[in-house]
């Protein structure tokens, strides 16, 4: 069963605004609204997955220069 709860409805400014109760707070701080029927919907703006991201990316057009980068020294540890 869908949990519900009866909320307030106010003006901030020229919008009207909706108090979202703890319980229900969305994640992010950016969210889209749509209108089905009389209902509206309040989902929060998904953020790509870092692979998604790095997938989206082309080659790089440049020559990167390999730095040579050897392991440390061994030490002895008493």
């Known amino acids: 069963m ?3 709860r009866q ?5 901030n400014g ?3 605004a909706v ?3 703890r319980e229900f707070e969305l994640d992010g701080d950016e969210a889209t ?3 089905e029927g009389r209902r509206l ?5 998904a953020r790509p997955e870092l ?8 080659p790089l057009e440049e020559e990167i220069d390999m730095i040579a980068d050897p392991p440390p020294p061994a030490e ?3």
Do not use: H, T, Y
């Open 7 to 11: 909320v307030r409805l106010f003006r």
């Open 33 to 35: 609204i749509r209108r």
């Open 19 to 21: 108090r979202i109760p």
């Open 51 to 58: 692979i998604a991201l790095l997938a989206s990316w082309g």
């Open 2 to 4: 869908d949990e519900f």
């Open 14 to 16: 020229r919008n009207q």
């Open 41 to 45: 919907i309040i989902e929060p703006v």
């Open 76 to 78: 002895e540890i008493f």
